[in-house]
């Protein structure tokens, strides 16, 4: 009875460990042709939930037809810029990163975040588009929070990520393991082949 308490334990933590590291991930595109010639701050932010975990924000392939600046604000923990690749990461509350640019007609970046889950409030990214200084939005949206961002993702259980302009369009990519992950994928398979016929086709000795 010991040892099938204990390969019950064992499985069990081995359906948790192959269940995380998952990554979702979104193509955001913005429409920024009305504010074409603009100087604006674009900034990024990545909070923290009440659950103590920690995610990774990753922001690439960013592009776009205007001119790309520098980074004037940094906050939390964060790392790299929008030409190289930025990832924001928790648990630490608040993780923002500003970079200033000069807007074309449009811009886009892929985004992916982990989907590490727990806790009643989950990790959340956003997008927002400020004027030159940093401190106003220039897009007038639908944010339910009163921040005019253009966009949000909650990592909870599901993910879910929306869009409060029309100007800004997010295709999902399926959410798949991250690369990190795999070797732990097939160590779990292998573990199951070895521990689940033990466990349905041996009777216990009594």
Do not use: W
Not at 3 to 11: L, N
Not at 122 to 139: H, K, R
Not at 151 to 161: C, H, K, L, N, S
């Amino acid at each position: 009875m010991k040892t099938s308490f204990t390969k019950a334990v064992v499985m069990a933590a081995l359906l948790s460990a192959c269940a995380a590291g998952h990554a979702a991930s979104l193509n955001v595109s913005l429409d920024t042709s009305a504010l074409s010639g603009s100087q604006a701050t674009l900034a990024f932010d990545f909070l923290a939930g009440d659950g103590g975990l920690t995610n990774t924000a990753t922001i690439g392939a960013f592009n776009m037809d205007g001119v790309l600046g520098g980074v004037v604000g940094l906050a939390g923990n964060v790392a790299g810029d929008l030409s190289s690749g930025v990832t924001l990461s928790t648990p630490e509350f608040f993780n923002e990163i500003q970079q200033s640019v000069t807007l074309g007609s449009h811009l886009s970046f892929a985004l992916n975040v982990t989907e590490n889950t727990g806790g009643t409030i989950p990790d959340e990214f956003s997008f927002t588009v400020l004027d030159q200084s940093g401190t106003s939005s220039l897009y007038s949206t639908s944010d339910p929070q009163g921040m005019n961002a253009l966009m949000r993702m909650d990592i909870g259980i599901p993910v879910t990520a929306s869009s409060y302009s029309g100007n800004l369009q997010l295709n999902s990519v399926s959410s798949v393991p991250e690369p990190s992950s795999f070797a732990l994928v097939v160590s779990c398979l292998a573990l199951f082949v070895v521990l689940m016929p033990r466990k349905f086709y041996q009777r216990s000795i009594r």
